[in-house]
């Protein structure tokens, strides 16, 4: 199963993008990537996922790199309500069925 | 379109008794799973299913038993409580190849 490596905190300030950036690079080639967020400790909220093209929907834009070894999810404008923990995962394929492992993932606080 | 539940919400009992958390998805979703996420920590596997009748262990299964009699349930059970399984509980469904889904989660302190 491909591990994923976030940085343990960022900040940003309100209105700006936030960058949140993963590595996975021991993807394998029909590997999904994930992100989820979880604030405070509700339930993790589904964000995005992508397999190799850029996506982007209503929350958040995924940038993949070409080799897929990395990937970037954007908040293009930041909110106080955006500030919990983000997390990068690979949704992988074993014993019948897909599974996601989660990381420490990455404290996002957003700044006033 | 209530999604998933999970039941109780929050729960405290004693070392040794057994306790089942429940957990019932209206969409029939194929997939269920079941994850505990210590304080500070990210959340680990303990058992998923992938149709009724079929369950397999996670990274974490030991002193927890789960069945899948129906595809809208995935109760959790652990048979005799301890200390170090003090945890949120989080239940997910998903349909095949698609999104998961995560519950609220369940509040769970042994004294």
């Known amino acids: 199963d491909a591990k994923t490596t976030q940085p343990t905190s960022m900040d940003c300030a309100e209105g700006r993008a936030a960058n949140l950036p993963c590595n996975h690079s021991?993807?394998?080639?029909?590997?999904?990537v994930y992100w989820y967020r979880q604030i405070h400790s509700q339930g993790p909220q589904y964000i995005i996922h992508?397999?190799?093209n850029n996506e982007t929907n209503e929350m958040a834009s995924l940038i993949i790199t070409e080799d897929r070894k990395s990937s970037t999810l954007i908040l293009p404008h930041a909110t106080l309500r955006d500030t919990a923990v983000y997390y990068c995962?690979?949704?992988?394929?074993?014993?019948?069925?897909?599974?996601?492992?989660f990381g420490s993932g990455t404290r996002l606080l957003v700044r006033p | 379109d209530a999604g998933i539940t999970q039941s109780p919400r929050y729960k405290i009992t004693e070392t040794g008794r057994q306790v089942t958390l429940m957990c019932h998805q209206t969409?029939?979703?194929?997939?269920m799973f079941w994850y505990r996420q210590d304080l500070g920590h990210g959340l680990r596997l303990i058992y998923y299913?992938?149709?009724?009748?079929?369950?397999d262990k996670g990274e974490v299964p030991d002193g927890y038993v789960v069945s899948r009699s129906k595809t809208e349930n995935f109760p959790l059970t652990l048979e005799s409580a301890t200390r170090s399984q003090t945890s949120v509980y989080f239940c997910?469904?998903?349909?095949?190849?698609?999104?998961?889904?995560f519950g609220e989660g369940s509040w769970l302190t042994v004294v």
């Open positions: 997910a469904s998903s349909e095949s190849g698609n999104t998961i889904y």
């Open positions: 021991t993807i394998s080639g029909n590997e999904y």
């Open positions: 992508g397999l190799k």
């Open positions: 995962i690979v949704r992988f394929w074993m014993d019948s069925s897909y599974k996601l492992i």
């Open positions: 969409w029939s979703h194929s997939y």
């Open positions: 299913s992938a149709a009724a009748d079929i369950t």
